[in-house]
């Protein structure tokens, strides 16, 4: 059986540390703040919303959160965010995905100032995060790296596997693990051969977003599994990318959905909003 890594655990370990930096800061008068904006009625991205709002009261971080009707326009939700961006007391600016289809999603990601987009998908940021050379890192491939480390996991000389290529996961996932010496490879819907690509990796992050894809014959003995999808199952229970009972048997780590990457993405953001408003009292 392998051993669980725990994200709920380590998520509270990494909103402890930003904690205490949040009340640092408040002796020196500075306050923290994330400006969440959240479009339309989508459910899961209530949740979501929802529990990034709990982080930041677990963690001393203001929030505002801006609840716009579906029938939003584009020009609105730009016009909010820009005043969001000229809004000194605003450090962080997360605008929930997805937006409903009027909305030029790209257009919307352009508009958060780059100081202040703490998911780091700006073109600016994400151009940073290629060469390296970063201030914000997306919260949930952050998160996975940050589970690694707390758990003594090696990257370096390892062969990860990536399950997708998405904006959010599947290529920063490949980037950061770039960074700290890891051998990537990228799969996808086309490729070829999945499950003998799957079987040489050291690592392999499901980033896929359909449950029980990844199955026990697609993972080496003893390989790190890294779950980073949220999905219904028939049962309607939240599950992963990965058939959880099985691959337990043969993996050596292993994260559950729920109670694994989840956790840790909405972490990743609360340490982000620090570092954003760190950077913005020239304290870094
Ligand atoms: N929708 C799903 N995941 C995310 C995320 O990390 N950030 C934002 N803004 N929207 C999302």
Redesign the pocket.
């Known amino acids: 059986m392998a051993q669980i890594i725990d994200g709920k655990n380590i998520s509270s370990l990494v909103k402890e540390d930003v904690k205490k930096e949040i009340e640092a800061l408040k002796q020196q008068n500075i306050k923290v703040c994330l400006a969440v904006i959240i479009v339309g009625d989508d459910p ?2 209530k949740v ?1 919303v929802g529990n990034k709002k709990k982080a930041c009261e677990a963690t001393g971080i203001e929030s505002l959160e801006y609840a716009l009707p579906a029938d939003t326009t584009e020009e609105e939700l730009l016009c909010l965010i820009e005043k969001l961006n000229n809004d000194p007391a605003v450090n962080g600016i ?5 937006l409903p289809k009027h909305i030029n999603e790209k257009r919307v990601i352009n508009t958060i100032s780059a100081k202040k987009d703490v ?1 780091a ?1 700006h073109p600016e940021n994400v151009g940073h995060i290629m060469i390296g050379d970063y201030t914000f890192l ?3 491939p952050a998160g996975v790296m940050e589970m690694l480390e707390r758990t003594g996991i090696e990257v370096q000389g390892k062969h990860c596997v990536i399950v997708g290529r998405s904006n ?1 996961v599947g290529k920063p996932a490949a980037a950061l693990m770039l960074n700290k010496s890891a051998t990537v490879t990228v799969c996808h819907s086309k490729t070829v051969n999945l499950k003998e690509i799957c079987l040489t990796a050291d690592i392999l992050i499901a980033a896929v977003g359909r449950a029980n894809f990844i199955t026990a014959d697609m993972v080496r003995q003893d390989a790190i599994v890294i779950d980073v999808g949220i999905n219904r199952n028939e049962q309607g229970k939240l599950c992963g990318d990965v058939d959880f009972e099985a691959v337990s048997q043969k993996a050596s780590h292993i994260t559950p959905v729920p109670g694994g990457v989840g956790p840790m ?1 909405i972490a990743m ?1 609360m340490k982000n909003t620090l570092t954003a408003a760190k950077q913005q009292n020239n304290l870094i």
């Open positions: 899961a991205s979501y997360l605008c929930q995905l997805p998911d998908f997306p919260c949930t959010i993405t953001l």
